[in-house]
C-alpha cells in the first residue's frame, strides 16, 4: 500500500482482556518496528522486525506483550491481561532497510478501563 | 541505556520568529534523524544525518548535527502555524539497531 496501515484506529477494552494490534507496512519494506507512546510522551521502542532474523525483543516491557510478523509483511502485537498502565498509543513503523528513515502508521489508541 | 536529550520542553511563539530546538546525548550518534509529528497521526520523518558537522536545509528548516555527532539542533526561519507540532529527535549508536526517541519539544506557533 501508499503507507503503513494501522488497526483498529481505537480500542478501548476492560481490565484483564487480551487485545490485538496489527500493522500493514509498506510493501517491499523488510525492517519493521513497534513503537509505544504515552500522553504527551516520547516514543518507546517495544520490538524491530528484520527480514527474516530474530526480532529485537529487548523492549517489551513484561511478558504479557508479544509480537508476530507472518511471511515478512503483517505485523500482530497482543497485549495479554491488560493493565490500565499499557494505555497509549501504539504505533508501527517500517522502512526499506534497518538505516533508513522510518515511515509511521498513524497508530492504534488503546485504552484499558 | 543511552538516552536522549531535547530542549526546550515546550515553546510557544508568534508567527514570523525565529527558533532552534535542541537534541543531545552523551554518546556518539552512529546517525540521527528528525522527526515532526501532529496530532492524531504518527510521526513523519524530516532528516537524516550522518556525517560530524553536516547541515541540511528543508525550505525554512535548517538541521545541523554536532562535530562530535552528540548533538543536532533544528532552525526555523519565520515560524508558520503550520510548524506547531511536536519535534521529536531520534539517534542510533549502531548501524543496524532500532533508533532511540528523545521526549520531543511541542512548539506553539501563533498566527
Redesign the interface.
Known amino acids: 500500500g501508499a503507507g503503513v496501515s494501522q488497526s483498529p484506529s481505537n480500542k478501548v477494552t476492560e481490565k484483564g482482556k487480551d487485545v490485538e494490534l496489527r500493522c500493514d507496512p509498506i510493501s517491499g519494506h523488510t525492517a519493521l518496528y513497534w513503537y509505544r507512546q504515552s500522553l504527551g510522551q516520547g516514543l518507546e521502542f517495544l520490538i524491530y522486525f528484520q527480514g527474516n532474523s530474530a526480532p529485537d525483543k529487548s523492549g517489551l516491557p513484561s511478558d504479557r506483550f508479544s509480537a508476530e510478523r507472518t511471511g515478512g509483511s503483517v505485523s500482530t502485537l497482543t497485549i495479554q491481561r491488560t493493565q490500565q498502565e499499557d494505555s497509549a498509543v501504539y504505533l508501527c513503523a517500517s522502512s526499506p532497510r534497518d538505516i533508513d528513515g522510518y515511515t509511521f502508521g498513524s497508530g492504534t489508541r488503546l485504552t484499558v478501563v | 541505556t543511552q538516552l536522549l536529550e531535547q530542549s526546550p520542553q515546550f515553546l510557544s511563539i508568534q508567527e514570523g520568529e525565529n527558533l532552534t530546538v535542541y537534541c543531545n546525548s552523551s554518546s556518539v550518534f552512529s ?1 540521527l ?1 528528525w522527526y515532526r509529528q501532529e496530532p ?6 524530516l532528516v ?1 544525518v550522518v556525517t560530524g558537522g553536516e547541515v541540511k536545509k528543508l525550505k525554512r528548516l535548517t538541521f545541523q548535527f554536532g562535530d562530535a555527532r552528540k548533538d543536532s539542533s533544528l532552525h526555523i526561519t519565520a515560524a508558520q502555524p503550520g510548524d506547531t507540532g511536536l519535534y ?1 529527535c ?1 539517534g ?1 549508536w549502531n ?10 519539544t ?1 512548539l506553539s506557533v501563533l498566527p
Open positions: 546517525s534523524q492524531g497521526e504518527g510521526p513523519v520523518l537524516t521529536l531520534a542510533e548501524y543496524g539497531q532500532n533508533f532511540v526517541f528523545g521526549p520531543g511541542r
